[in-house]
């Protein structure tokens, strides 16, 4: 991050985040399981161009929250990752969904996942917290206690 | 809201608040106590131009968030308080800060709340949203299970 406009913890992540477009492609990573950037283009349900796509996915990467790897025997392909800094995000978009589960009138078929998680209560987060980690290549964390 | 990218609960909120500055004006009024035009300004660590802030009150006073109510015996002199709606974007809040915590350095001392709130868990947040609630002239909320 360049030079932030205070050290404020709130602040500190609207600049990381508070651009309009890095949170949705984070959630295109994390709930759809989009990792090429023809995935996260085609799919997009807000239509992103692909100069915006290029620079958010650019500046997810250099912030530490996506990881890039080329694909095995594809030329040009390349697969963008969560990171475990980006998996702590997801309270944030949860948070998020739910102000507007409740308050914004979100469409209710691209709402129904959130609601579901809502709904499932922290064992149904750990299992879709378990499933983002197995699509992005993350180790299960040890359970506490464990040596 | 204009017409939206997308109904999706994570954009709609993302279109609300993603603007760089919204969030930090709804800051200032929940946790700093700010409530006039001359106190979000000359208390912005930030540094929030003026024309700036009187487009993010105008903003969110529309959208529901704030209310806008003269001071009495203050010709000109304007109070902004949270609505309930806006009293839920406290886990918002919350979720982006321990998000910084973990990750982004924040300055100490101005991190030193956000550290407070989370170590203090759900009484210390209960004890603080009461506060805020008072600060804003909104009710307690009925006790659940209250008639």
Chains 1, 2 share one sequence.
């Not at 508070?18 to 023809?38: E, I, K, P």
Request: net charge neutral; aromatic share 4%.
């Amino acid at each position: 991050m360049e030079r932030p406009r205070s050290g404020c913890p709130v602040n500190l992540a609207v600049e990381l985040l508070g651009d309009g477009w890095s949170l949705l492609v984070l959630r295109d990573v994390m709930f759809a399981d989009r990792h090429t950037f023809g995935e996260l283009h085609t799919g997009s349900p807000e239509g992103i161009a692909t100069n915006m796509l290029a620079d958010r996915l650019h500046k997810l990467t250099r912030a530490g929250l996506l990881t890039r790897e080329p694909v095995p025997g594809h030329k040009q392909k390349v697969h963008y990752r969560l990171t475990e800094t980006a998996l702590d995000l997801f309270p944030v978009l949860l948070a998020m969904a739910a102000f507007s589960l409740r308050h914004l009138h979100p469409d209710p078929e691209l709402a129904a996942f959130a609601r579901d998680l809502q709904e499932g209560g922290p064992e149904r987060e750990a299992e879709v917290l378990a499933r983002i980690r197995r699509a992005n290549g993350l180790a299960e964390p040890r359970p506490a206690g464990a040596a």
